[in-house]
């Protein structure tokens, strides 16, 4: 139980567009839901927290013009990367914690690149 | 707000060799210590958790050990295979709050 996935698993976009990703939780409903950010060899830098129904809380530093997120239902959240630049190529991860779970199960990550 | 540190960095046990990997945290508001495994362009998974009211916590091979009043939990993999190979994260934090993570443990099992 407690499966979360993400869609896509990789993108390549061109520098200007907009690039959304999806995090679904398949089997448990998701109260909170985390995204973060991974560069290669470094840890979790989590961008913004989400509960269902009202507006993700971003981390210090974090645009929240650019990087939108939506937590319309209990089983999904999004995550849109406006006018993507290559600096904003990375690893994003989400994660989504139940009612009744304590801990976050985490998502296989999408591999975001601009070109 | 939270700071977790982890140690080493990166580790190379032979196979069947037991690998320990430490974290402090600096809250003691924090209650609950999970440990997250993550292959190469993967997702983090749970592998082993503890809350602050519990010492020592076991499964199979691997192991978590918590000491609240140094602040620090530790993560105990014993008989080491291949597969046991991939980057450990620990983190700390309230279960209903955000989870602070460490910097990561890259673990190299050598056959």
């Known amino acids: 139980g407690a499966v979360v996935s993400q869609h896509p698993s990789w993108v390549i976009c061109k520098s200007g567009t907009s690039v959304k990703i999806e995090c679904r939780s398949l089997?448990?409903?998701?109260?909170?839901m985390f995204w973060y950010r991974q560069f290669p060899k470094q840890s979790l830098m989590l961008m913004a927290t989400?509960?269902?129904?009202?507006?993700?809380?971003?981390e210090q530093g974090v645009e929240k013009d650019k990087f939108l997120i939506n937590h319309a239902s209990l089983t999904l959240s999004t995550l849109t990367v406006t006018s993507a630049h290559p600096e904003d190529s990375s690893f994003y991860i989400c994660?989504?914690?139940?009612?009744?779970?304590?801990?976050?199960?985490f998502g296989p990550g999408t591999r975001l690149t601009v070109l | 707000g939270e700071n977790v540190e982890q140690h080493p960095s990166t580790l190379s046990v032979q196979e069947g060799d037991s690998a320990v990997i430490k974290c402090t945290y600096s809250d003691s508001a924090s209650n609950y210590f999970p440990w997250y495994k993550q292959e190469l362009g993967k997702g983090p998974q749970l592998i082993i958790d503890i809350r602050s009211n519990v010492g020592e916590k076991k499964d199979q091979r691997i192991a978590v050990t918590l000491n609240k009043t140094a602040k620090h939990f530790s993560l105990h993999i014993t008989e080491t295979q291949p597969e046991d190979s991939a980057v450990y994260f620990c983190?700390?934090?309230?279960?209903?709050?955000?989870?602070?993570f460490g910097t990561g443990t890259s673990l190299t099992v050598i056959p």
């Open positions: 989400s509960n269902e129904g009202s507006k993700a809380t971003y």
């Open positions: 089997d448990f409903q998701a109260t909170t």
């Open positions: 994660s989504a914690r139940g009612r009744d779970l304590d801990t976050q199960y």
């Open positions: 983190a700390a934090g309230d279960t209903g709050n955000q989870f602070y």
